[in-house]
Nanobody, 122 residues
């Protein structure tokens, strides 16, 4: 399962940005889709996650500012980021977990996108 993220860029503090991520491949289903971020010199942290039944969790630092959503038919996940702060500057990664069925059977996967850089200027 491949993930392709897009939407990063430079934005001023207080501004908004929308990230998108699409999953592609054959014979797979998606359970959870999520966004993570990694600032320079920092570990990769969860930003938001949405399950297959719509259950959502956010990092405390983004609650009330970021919104995760999914288009199940298109196998996409979005992250609407509002009221951006300089500390939101990071590479944002999309993540998908689910099941893939091949000729050899069924197995779980945990896939990552390539990352998209969001820079928030003060």
């Amino acid at each position: 399962v491949q993930l392709q993220a897009s939407g990063g860029g430079l934005v001023q503090a207080g501004g908004s940005r929308r990230l998108s991520c699409v999953a592609s491949g054959r014979g797979f289903s998606i359970n959870a889709m999520a966004w993570y971020r990694q600032a320079p010199g920092q570990q990769r942290d969860l930003v938001a996650v949405m399950s297959s039944v719509g259950r959502i969790n956010y990092a405390d630092s983004v609650k009330g500012r970021f919104t995760i959503s999914r288009d199940y038919a298109k196998k996409m996940v979005y992250l609407q980021m509002n009221s951006l702060k300089p500390e939101d500057t990071a590479v944002y990664y999309c993540n998908a977990q689910g099941v893939v069925v091949t000729t050899r059977g069924q197995s779980e996967y945990n896939s990552w996108g390539q990352g998209t850089l969001v820079t928030v200027s003060s």
